[in-house]
C-alpha cells in the first residue's frame, strides 16, 4: 500500500514530529517484509524554513487554510490509498485546528487517525471537530484503553471503529555501564525527565523531593532535558526556567540538578535514558491521554515514577512502575529512598518495564498498524461490495416521454399506454419533465433529452402570471383552465428552474429559467403548504449552487428551512417524528429538502430534524425489506391505521432522491442500499410483487391498487419512474468509480499484506 502522512516532521522540534517519523518508517520497513511506500505531508507553524529529507513531499503553513485545500488535491492525486493522520488540535490552523477539516472534506482516500489528545471535558469547537474527523474516518486509533470510553460516550464513535495501539517506543539496544562511562555518569544515581518544559510538568515537585534523597544519596543527579515549549516561550519566555533554577539555589541542589534548557537530538536522547535508574513524569494534573516519554522510558525498561494521570495509571499497572500523589514531594521523596535503598525492588521494576517494553517497539507497532488499516479497508470494501445489480435496470429510455410530449408541453394522463388528450397538460408534470430532460442530457449526454427542455421551458414561462405565481392547467387547446396553481406546482416549478440554473446547458436557458425565478421569489415566503415550501427549498438550494454568493437568498433559504422545523416540532412526539398529523403523499420529500438545506447551511437543528425525519419515514415504509409506500387511499393518520393500497411512483422517486442526497451528506453506504431497494419498488419489489414499469411502452403505470396494477401510463409516473432510473444510474457510476478504487486496493493488499 502507499500512504500518506500528515504531521509535524523532524528537524521541527516536536513529539508528534518524531512519532510520525517512527511510525512512517515502521510501516513501510514493515518486519513482515509487506512492500509498502508513502510520504509525508508537514505541517509548519511558521516562517521558519526546515530542511526536510526526502520523503516530505509537500508542507503546509498552519495558518494558511488554502494549502490545506491544496494538499488534500495533492494527496488525491498521488496514487496513495491511505491517509494517516497525527491528530493534535494545537498543530493545526484556525480555532482549535479546525483548518485541517477542510482537507479531510476534500480529501478522496481512506482516512486514518491517530490520536494524540482527547479530553473528557472538551469545548464545543474542540468537540465538534474530534467528532467530524472520527465520522470520516475509516480507523481511529488509541494509545490508551481509557481514550476508547472517552469517544464511545462523549464523541459517539462506534467501538469497531476503534483500534488500540500503544504508543512506539524505539528498540533499545544500549548496555548501562558502557553508556554511563560513555557519558561519565557511572558513578552517578540518575533521575530522568525529559520533553518540552511547561508548568504543567510539574518538574518543581520532583526538585523539592530531592533534599532528602541527597542526603542519604549524595551521588544523585537529576537531569531535566528539554527546552521551554515554544507556546510557552511566546507567552511567557523563560519565566518558568527561571522559575526552576531558583528553586535549585534556594534549596542548594546546585550539583544535584541540571537542566540544559535545549532540545536534546533523539540518539543522545536515547542513550540518557538508557543511561537512568529511575525515570519521573511528574505531571501536575490527570488529563494527558497519551505520552510518548513515558513510553520511551517503559521501553528502555527505566524504573519509572510518576502521578496518577490517564496514561501513567494504564501503563505503570501490574508491576511496571510507581505512582504518587499529584503535588506530593514528600511521597516522591519516600519512593526514590526506598528504591535507592532496595536495589533488587528497583530492579524487578526495570525488568517488568523492559519486557513490557519489547511488544511496544516500533517494529511491532508498525506490523500492528499495517494489521489493523488492512483489517479496517477489507471490513470497507465488504460494506462497499455491489450493492446495485445494474443488469436488473431496463435500458434507458425516453420513448414514452416523447409519446406524451408535443409542442405545448408534455400531456398530464394516458390511457393504458397512449396520451389522453382530453385532460391536456399541467405545470407540475412539465416542471418534471423539464428536471427529468436536464438530468437525461447532464447523466447520458442525450441529446434528444435536450431538444426538448424550450418544450418544457416555454409552457412554464406561459403559466407564469405578471405577480411571479403560476397558473397550472391548460387544456388541449391552450385554453387556460385555472388563475393561480397549487402551492405544489409552484414549488416543483422552482425545484426545476432552480435545478436549471445549477445546470444549465447553454446561457440562454440560464437567462430565461432567471428571469422566472426571479419573477418568483416575492411568493417564496407567502407559502403555506409544507410541500410547497419543501419543494422550494429544493429550488434554491440548487440556484445556490450556482449563486453560493447571494446572501439575501441564503438567508431566505433558512427562513423556509426554519418553516418546516416548526412543522416538525409542532407535530412531532416520541412515537411520531413527522411534519404533520399524518402521512399522505410525496412524504420523502419533506426531510430531502431539508437535507439539501442542511448542505448550504450548517445549522445542526436542521440536519437533526432531517434526519429524524428521514429515519422515521424509514420505519414506516421499509417492511420486510423492501419499500412499502403509504398509501394514498385513506394515508396514515397518527394513531390511526396505515393505508396499504394506492401506492404512487411519485413517492417512490422522492425516496430515492433522499436517500440519494443522504449519502452525499454522509458517505453511508447504507442509504445507497435503500436507494437501489427503493428503484426496485418499480421492477417488482413491493407489496403486490408486481413491476410497474412497462418494457413494452417504456412508461410507468400510476400506481398500486389493492386489485393490482393501474395500468394507465400518465406523465407523473412514467417522469417519476425516469427521474429515478437517473437518479440510480448516477449513484451507480459514481459508487463503481469507488468500488474499482477498492478493488484495487485489495489486490494490492492481497499481493503485499501478509497474515
Not at 248 to 277: G, M, R, T
Not at 631 to 652: M, V
Request: include cysteine; charged fraction near 20%; proline fraction near 3%.
Amino acid at each position: 500500500m502507499k500512504f500518506a502522512y500528515i504531521g509535524t516532521y523532524p528537524p521541527r522540534e516536536c513529539g508528534i514530529g518524531s512519532f510520525t517519523k517512527d511510525l512512517y518508517y515502521s510501516m513501510v520497513d514493515d518486519i513482515n517484509r509487506n512492500e509498502n511506500e508513502g510520504f509525508i505531508v508537514a505541517m509548519n507553524n511558521s516562517d521558519e524554513e526546515y530542511s526536510y529529507p526526502k520523503e516530505v513531499k509537500l508542507t503546509i503553513q498552519q495558518e494558511n487554510r488554502n494549502e490545506y485545500i491544496a494538499a488534500a488535491k495533492y494527496i488525491n492525486n498521488s496514487g496513495a490509498d491511505v491517509c494517516i493522520l497525527q491528530h493534535e488540535f494545537g498543530i493545526f490552523g484556525g480555532r482549535s485546528g479546525i483548518y485541517i477539516l477542510s482537507l479531510l472534506h476534500h480529501l478522496k482516500i481512506h482516512l486514518v487517525v491517530t490520536l494524540h489528545t482527547i479530553s473528557n471535558n472538551p469545548s464545543y469547537t474542540e468537540k465538534a471537530i474530534l467528532k467530524e474527523i472520527c465520522k470520516m474516518a475509516n480507523l481511529v486509533v488509541v494509545m490508551n484503553l481509557k481514550a476508547i470510553d472517552f469517544l464511545i460516550d462523549i464523541y459517539d464513535v462506534p467501538k469497531e471503529k476503534i483500534a488500540f495501539i500503544e504508543h512506539g517506543v524505539p528498540d533499545f539496544h544500549f548496555d548501562q555501564k558502557k553508556i554511563k562511562k560513555e557519558l561519565n555518569l557511572e558513578k552517578k544515581k540518575i533521575i530522568l525527565t525529559f520533553g518540552f518544559l511547561s508548568r504543567n510538568k510539574g518538574i518543581e515537585v520532583a526538585i523539592k523531593a530531592l533534599p532528602r534523597l541527597v542526603k542519604k544519596h549524595p551521588n544523585v543527579i537529576y537531569l531535566v532535558l528539554g527546552k521551554i515549549h515554544p507556546s510557552v516561550m511566546r507567552c511567557s519566555g523563560d519565566e518558568y526556567l527561571l522559575y526552576l533554577r531558583q528553586l535549585v539555589k534556594n534549596l542548594s541542589l546546585e550539583d544535584h540538578v541540571v537542566i540544559p534548557n535545549k532540545y536534546v537530538p533523539q540518539d543522545d536522547l536515547f542513550k540518557f535514558l538508557c543511561a537512568s535508574d529511575i525515570y519521573i513524569t511528574p505531571y501536575n494534573n490527570e488529563a494527558q491521554i497519551t505520552s510518548g516519554t513515558l513510553s520511551y522510558a517503559i521501553g528502555a525498561g527505566s524504573a519509572v515514577i510518576s502521578t496518577p494521570y490517564w496514561h501513567a495509571t494504564e501503563l505503570l499497572a501490574n508491576g511496571r512502575g510507581r505512582l504518587f500523589d499529584f503535588h506530593n514531594s514528600n511521597q516522591l521523596a519516600d519512593i526514590l529512598i526506598e528504591l535507592l535503598d532496595h536495589p533488587e525492588t528497583l530492579n524487578a521494576l526495570r525488568k517488568n518495564a523492559y519486557e513490557y517494553g519489547r511488544n511496544m517497539t516500533w517494529p511491532e507497532i508498525g506490523a500492528k498498524y499495517n494489521k489493523h488499516v488492512f483489517n479496517a479497508l477489507q471490513d470497507e470494501i465488504e460494506k462497499k461490495r455491489q450493492y446495485f445489480d445494474i443488469q436488473t435496470v431496463p435500458p434507458f429510455s425516453l420513448k414514452h416521454i416523447n409519446r406524451l410530449t408535443d409542442n405545448t408541453g408534455i400531456m398530464q394522463h394516458a390511457k393504458f399506454g397512449i396520451p389522453n388528450l382530453k385532460h391536456g397538460y399541467c405545470l407540475d408534470d412539465n416542471a418534471r419533465a423539464l428536471l427529468m430532460a436536464l438530468m437525461a442530457y447532464q447523466e447520458k449526454n442525450n441529446y434528444k433529452a435536450l431538444e426538448l427542455c424550450p418544450i418544457y421551458l416555454s409552457y412554464i414561462q406561459y403559466m407564469q402570471n405578471e405577480n411571479g405565481t403560476f397558473k397550472n392547467f391548460l387544456s388541449f387547446d391552450r385554453k387556460f383552465l385555472d388563475e393561480v396553481g397549487s402551492e405544489d406546482s409552484f414549488g416543483r416549478t422552482i425545484w426545476a428552474l432552480g435545478y436549471l440554473l445549477a445546470n444549465a446547458p447553454n446561457a440562454s436557458y440560464y437567462e430565461s429559467g432567471r428571469s422566472m425565478f426571479i419573477k418568483a421569489v416575492p411568493i417564496f415566503e407567502k407559502l403555506k403548504s409544507v410541500r410547497g415550501i419543501a419543494n422550494t427549498i429544493v429550488g434554491i438550494s440548487c440556484y445556490l449552487q450556482r449563486n453560493p454568493a447571494d446572501d439575501s437568498m441564503t438567508e431566505l433559504l433558512s427562513r423556509l428551512s426554519k418553516k418546516l422545523v416548526k412543522n416538525y416540532e409542532a407535530n412531532s412526539s416520541d412515537d411520531w417524528r413527522w411534519f404533520e398529523p399524518f402521512l399522505t403523499y410525496d412524504n420523502a420529500m419533506l426531510p430531502l429538502a431539508l437535507l439539501h438545506a442542511a448542505e448550504i447551511h450548517n445549522d445542526d437543528l436542521i440536519r437533526k430534524t432531517a434526519f429524524s425525519s428521514m429515519d422515521f419515514l424509514i420505519s414506516k415504509t421499509f417492511i420486510n425489506g423492501y419499500l412499502s409506500i403509504i398509501g394514498n387511499d385513506g394515508w396514515y393518520e397518527k394513531g390511526g391505521k396505515r393505508a396499504t393500497f394506492t401506492q404512487q411512483p411519485l413517492d417512490a422517486m422522492a425516496m430515492i432522491l433522499l436517500f440519494e442526497q443522504a449519502f452525499k451528506l454522509t458517505k453511508n453506504i447504507e442509504y445507497l442500499n435503500k436507494l437501489f431497494t427503493s428503484y426496485m419498488w418499480f421492477l417488482g419489489e413491493n407489496d403486490l410483487r408486481i413491476s410497474l414499469y412497462d418494457s413494452e411502452t417504456n412508461g410507468c403505470c400510476d400506481g398500486l391498487e389493492s386489485y393490482g396494477v393501474n395500468r394507465n401510463q400518465g406523465a407523473e409516473s412514467t417522469l417519476a419512474y425516469v427521474i429515478s432510473h437517473l437518479t440510480v444510474l448516477k449513484a451507480h457510476k459514481n459508487f463503481n468509480r469507488e468500488i474499482f478504487a477498492q478493488k484495487r486496493l485489495a489486490k494490492k493488499i492481497s499481493q503485499n499484506i501478509i497474515n
